[in-house]
């Protein structure tokens, strides 16, 4: 092995001499090639579709942005700065009880309406399917309350000329005095019937006996200060 002495090392050797380190701190950017001027045809092309108007616009639209200048930034200027994707997130909330419990209703809210809207349903089936069993005459109107149920309106009703519709109503009429008349004559025929016969058996039942009180128990005798009384002659009715 070799003995070396760090007193004896030169730094000097590896290390760059004064120049050098001042060499390495200045930069010399490389210089840009000389772009070829397009030709004439090119040119009148890109007058005709302004293709250089768009390209200034573009330049003007493009927004200002302060960027520290590097050797990149530097060798590329034309370039556009990046684009900035500003994304932001809803903030993170704490689910409360009450927060639950109103989702918990509105979910309940929403069950209830499919429950009750399948009930209506099956109950319109079950009715309709009832219909079938009808006789012909009574399965029109079923089917037309059952049509008015669900919203439809209801059929009108036919139009009949004003001089038959007052015809039909004047007969009605008189019907219906006709039949209270017959009626009332017939009551009241019943009435003295009733009566009579009430007079018949009156009259009767009175000749039979007039001192006869019906409807009371009346006993023999009188009471004083809580005692009953009564005569012989009362006892010898009662034996």
Do not use: W
């Amino acid at each position: 092995m070799i003995d070396t002495d760090e007193s004896d090392f030169d730094e000097d050797v590896f290390g760059l001499s004064d120049g050098d380190e001042e060499e390495e701190d200045k930069f010399v950017p490389p210089e840009p090639e000389e772009k070829k001027a397009p030709s004439k045809n090119i040119l009148k092309f890109r007058k005709a579709l302004g293709l250089d108007d768009a390209k200034a616009k573009g330049e003007e639209a493009l927004p200002v942005v302060n960027r520290i200048e590097t050797i990149a930034s530097r060798m590329k200027r034309d370039l556009p700065p990046p684009e900035v994707v500003i994304f932001s997130e809803k903030r993170h909330t704490v689910d409360s009880a009450s927060r639950r419990r109103k989702r918990k209703d509105e979910t309940n809210i929403e069950e209830k309406t499919d429950v009750s809207s399948d009930l209506r349903k099956m109950k319109n089936d079950v009715y309709r399917f009832g219909i079938k069993g009808f006789e012909k005459s009574k399965q029109e109107s079923a089917m037309e309350d059952l049509l008015c149920s669900l919203g439809a309106r209801k059929k009108r009703d036919e139009c009949i000329n004003y001089k038959i519709l007052k015809e039909q109503r004047r007969k009605e009429k008189e019907a219906a005095l006709r039949a209270k008349a017959e009626g009332s004559h017939y009551s009241s025929a019943l009435v003295l019937r009733v009566v009579g016969k009430s007079k018949k058996k009156l009259s009767k039942a009175q000749k039979k006996d007039r001192n006869k009180v019906s409807g009371f128990d009346v006993q023999p005798g009188k009471y004083r200060g809580g005692v009953q009384y009564i005569r012989p002659a009362e006892l010898k009715k009662l034996k």
